[in-house]
């Protein structure tokens, strides 16, 4: 009775000051949906949305004790109930098997890929003989440059190329892509080394599209080179003229926020707009004297960022910065506090009830974790203005909210990047006023001057500024211990990092400083990670030990993807010629690798190494990239065709046997999956 007593008393103390628990709790749902090894049917999500309904009306009818224990189980099942039903609704054909073969769609999204590629996205595909079509393929162009058309917004185009299903994780309880490709209504990835032809022109139906890959172009060729790449990527979101050179160098420097659409760009635009036409209002006192100015500016800055958005692709990181937007504006226009925890819990609410997929996503963890941060610190400094001198404040704002973001956002970073940024909060200094002073104005006063031809000016400021980040990017990059790689963490661990961080944060009180102990415990966690000790592709292309020197790879070119991510995953910063160098009995096609106990490790690439391979000993594991007849003598073996069933498999040798984990047993059987859940071959 006591403690009922007490939890009470600690809810009534709360008063006011639980909603920004409303998206954690929807979240939590939201969460334990994707956590499930098994697709629930659709009954049980229809069952969670009445539980969620029932909830709220019991809760809206009860007291101050009961009815916040309501919503938060409300919130809960609605969780889980919305993630299910937008993962049905999204569902659609997925490519089962490798095609190669005529590809023909119309062009819905350009970018480019990992490699550098240029890559295209289509939909109202037709592919030969395949009876269910994916929505939507992804293929990235690898002819010869020069040849072909030049891809345009809604153009319908044909070439021959591979395709084959969206790929799983590359080891065990790593990131699916799979899961990503369905929400993306991607149903088939791949690859053309042919040129792309035109069927049929651009339609009417990609306007926005069209006109942003139009402005794209043309701001590219105003400021030429990677200046002029760089001014598109944040004024248009088109990033496929950056070079791979410069993406690197503002990933290892922590200024690769600088390129999305995010909070930061929306909110200086916003910011600007609304300083802009506010100033403009009190100049004309009988305008001012008569109508509301800060409500007027409120809403030509929304009309600005809703442009913005519109003209940007509307891609998922945008939408979540418009909407954070758009909250503390309405804010403003009704009067209320316009940045506050409330205001950051409505636009997460709105965001996860819209997408909420875009949870598991780095984006969304980064900004609001860095909002939610800021929010907080300045909360508590709200009287410092008042102690300090203005302008003294003004430059420790500047440091302090860099200091707090970056705080924020560093266990996601690491911990979906694998690598720590050590001198970001210098670069962040040194770029991000100048992005609020000198280069989004810019961009604003360029697009207000350009449809009378007289945009030059500001887009000579807008090149030097962005000069100036491209600069302080490339030396920083290249300062010693510039970057620190980190091993991925448990799954676990940033769920509980978050939710310690948000406990001191949101709970009133001093009871809050309980929400160190899970931080605490899952850094512990994080520093005592075990990377597995074979990790093996799910096409057997690749075998990866783990050894004193770093992980050895058993080829050093080939599978670049999953080499890459293995050793990021790791924590190690070598190359995988660099990694193939560490495995040392390896030759004509055949690797292999002793364990403790007597155990050995086989890899065997290419049919003449396969056919030279034709013994094993009981306890020993051969990993073919070739299928064919098993190998005498009682080993484990892997063919394609098992581990197209499997997927990448994880190994550890306890007394001279493998224990082996399976991708397919960690995905479970999902929509996105479509794969047996035992994993067994």
Known sequence: MRMLQAVGDALLAQRGGLMPWAPVFLALGIGGYFSLLREPPVAALVVLALVAGGAFYVAWRSGPLVGPGLIALGLLAAGMALAGARAHILSGPVLDFRYYGPVEGRIVGIDRSASGALRLTLDQVQLRRVRDVPNRVRISLHGPPGQGVVPQPGMRVMTTGHLSPPQGPVE????????????????????????????????????????????????????????????????????????EGTLKALRDTNLAHLLAISGLHMGLLAGFVFSVVRLAISMVPFVALRLPGHRIAAVFALIAAAGYLALSGGNVATERAFIMVAVALIAVVFNRRAISLRAVALAALIVLVLRPEALLGPGFQMSFAATTALVAVFNHLRGAPEVVPRWLWAVLAVILSSAVAGFATAPVAAAHFNRIAQF????????????????????????????????APALWVLGRGLAWVLKVAHEISTWEGALRYVVAPDPL?????????????????????????????????????????????????LVGINRENGRALSRERGS??????????????????????????????????????????????????????????????VIFNTDGAPPTGGCTAYTPRDLRRTGALALTFANGAPLIETSAARSGWRLWTGANPSGSP
């Open 424 to 455: 970001g909060l210098v670069a962040n200094l040194l770029t991000v006023p100048l992005m609020g002073i000198l280069v989004m104005p810019a961009a604003v006063v360029a697009a207000c001057l350009a449809p009378f031809g007289l945009e």
């Open 172 to 243: 065990p309880g790593g990131f699916d892509f799979r899961r990503h490709a369905w929400f993306l209504k991607i149903g088939a990835v791949g690859y053309t080394r042919v040129p792309v032809l035109a069927s049929a022109l651009p339609g009417n139906g990609n306007r926005i599209f069209a006109l942003r890959i139009y402005l794209s172009r043309a701001m590219q060729d105003a400021l030429p080179g990677e200046i002029g790449a760089f001014a598109a990527a944040i004024t248009t979101g088109d990033r496929s003229g950056m070079g």
């Open 560 to 621: 670049g993807f999953v080499a890459r991510v293995w050793l990021e995953n790791d924590g190690d910063g070598a190359d995988q010629a660099g990694a193939a160098a560490r495995w040392q009995a390896a030759e004509a096609g055949i690797a292999f690798a002793d364990f403790p106990g007597g155990a050995r490790l086989w890899h065997i690439s290419g049919k003449r190494a396969r056919a030279v391979f034709s013994e094993c000993a009981e306890n020993d594991v």
């Open 493 to 541: 661990v940033l769920p509980m990092i978050a939710l310690g961080l948000l406990f001191v944060i949101l709970w009133r009180g001093r009871v809050c400083v309980l929400g160190v102990l899970p931080v605490a415990f899952g850094l512990m966690l994080w520093f005592q990670t075990t990377r597995p000790e074979v990790l093996i592709a799910e096409n057997g292309s």
